[in-house]
Nanobody
Framework: QVQLVESGGGSVQAGGSLRLSCAAS????????MAWFRQAPGKEREGVAV?????TTRYADSVKGRFTISRDQDTLYLQMNTLKPEDTAIYYC?????????????????WGQGTQVTVSS
């Protein structure tokens, strides 16, 4: 089994930055593909960014140029710059054994508990 634990969430003013971290433990060879999702109250979970072990990445159009996903061994990061109020959501870390890039929630089998990000205007 794979355990994912997010950290780094908090409250920030619009235009500010936050860096989220996701620590993976357990059978981490099953975390070839790792991603960040977010969910605002009353909304569906949406993909934010995804990366594979080869360093390839994919971003949602809404965050391109502002967010950067990266990984260091078994830790996943999401650097979020120029934050906007619409970025407010619970951010979830997810992982899967595959070597593909996808932003579909059902493609990921392992999930963290989420960390709250609140951006005030």
């Amino acid at each position: 089994q794979v355990q994912l634990v997010e950290s780094g969430g908090g409250s920030v003013q619009a235009g500010g930055s936050l860096r989220l971290s996701c620590a993976a433990s357990g059978y981490t060879t099953s975390t070839d593909c790792m991603a960040w999702f977010r969910q605002a109250p009353g909304k569906e979970r949406e993909g934010v960014a995804v990366t594979a072990r080869d360093g390839t990445t994919r971003y949602a159009d809404s965050v391109k140029g502002r967010f950067t996903i990266s990984r260091d061994q078994d830790t996943l990061y999401l650097q979020m710059n120029t934050l906007k109020p619409e970025d407010t959501a619970i951010y979830y870390c997810a992982a899967d054994i595959g070597h593909w890039l996808t932003l579909t929630p059902t493609d990921f089998r392992y999930w963290g508990q989420g960390t709250q990000v609140t951006v005030s205007s």
